[in-house]
């Protein structure tokens, strides 16, 4: 495919969640960048052009190294669209599909590279809101970039209706309570749980069986080797966010030093 989009040339659909779709894209100046927009789909129906023109909002508020924030956002010809830097190195969505989790050499790394990409989201005010592994991206040499902003609220707000992985939400997520920092730690300590392991600890196939597991179920046991890490991540997958006592550096330093 090829198609004009404004000042940018579509080269190839990327991605594509329930809201928008992702795009390799060529600027004017001949950069290749991703464009993200509104799903044709949508165009036009109430509400979600101002969910997409918020998401661009915040998106454009994340520029650091570890992020994927909006370098430009607009219309084109009421279309919404943000634009951000490619990610050559694919998802962790697709590094996990193999099942397994992920080397045990890279647990650190990822781990300390998330705690500053989440950092950055917290230092402006926001939680993401969504750390899943489809919103884990990483650069040619592997280091992790953090996108997807669509589900990120400023902390210490809650959401109208929860939005977000429904298997990685904190459980005061799942009940539309308010979220701070925490609610992102405990997404964080899911996420790396499966790539110790690859279990989806609350992952349920019906949608109601995962908010029910999130609030209410505890991790199974982690297979033997790996009960340094269980009981790191156990600490911070405590149902209320006040018996959550790491702070996020000090959560990613102690899981990574016990590897
Ligand atoms: N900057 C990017 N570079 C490369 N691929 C991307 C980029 N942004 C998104 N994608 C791909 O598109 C998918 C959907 O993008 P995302 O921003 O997560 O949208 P949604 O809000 O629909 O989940 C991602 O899981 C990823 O595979
Ligand atoms: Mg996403």
């Given at each position: 495919m090829s198609d004009e989009f404004g000042r940018y040339r579509l080269e190839a659909k990327i991605g594509e969640g329930g809201l928008a779709e992702v795009y390799r894209a060529r600027g004017g100046?001949?950069?290749?960048?991703?464009?993200?927009?509104?799903?044709?789909?949508?165009?036009?129906?109430?509400?979600l052009t101002e969910v997409f023109a918020n998401e661009a909002r915040v998106a454009s508020e994340m520029q650091h190294a570890s992020l994927l924030g909006a370098i430009d956002s607009g219309h084109v010809e009421g279309w919404p669209f943000l634009v951000m830097p490619l990610a050559a190195g694919g998802s962790l969505d697709l590094r996990l599909g193999l099942g397994g989790g992920l080397a045990r050499a890279l647990l650190p790394a990822l781990a300390m590279?998330?705690?500053?990409?989440?950092s950055a989201v917290h230092s402006r005010g926001y939680v993401h809101g969504d750390l899943s592994p489809g919103n884990v991206l990483f650069d040619e040499q592997?280091?992790?970039?953090?996108?997807?902003f669509s589900a990120s609220t400023?902390?210490?707000?809650?959401?109208?209706q929860p939005q977000g992985t429904f298997a990685y939400m904190s459980p005061e997520q799942?009940?539309?309570?308010?979220?701070?920092e925490r609610a992102d730690i405990f997404s964080l300590a899911v996420l790396l749980w499966e790539c110790v392991?690859?279990?989806k600890i609350f992952w349920r196939e019906a949608q109601h069986l995962c908010f029910m597991a999130v609030v209410e179920a505890e991790p199974p046991a982690m297979p033997p080797g790996f009960d340094a890490m269980?009981?790191?991540?156990?600490?911070?997958?405590?149902?209320?966010p006040e018996t959550r006592t790491l702070a996020l550096e000090e959560f990613c330093q102690a899981f990574a030093?016990?590897?």
């Open positions: 100046d001949g950069s290749v960048y991703a464009l993200k927009r509104l799903s044709r789909a949508h165009l036009g129906t109430s509400g590279e998330l705690g500053r990409a989440l592997g280091h992790v970039l953090l996108g997807d400023t902390i210490g707000t809650s959401q109208r799942v009940r539309g309570e308010q979220m701070d392991s690859g279990q269980e009981t790191v991540l156990r600490g911070v997958l405590s149902k209320a030093n016990a590897v």
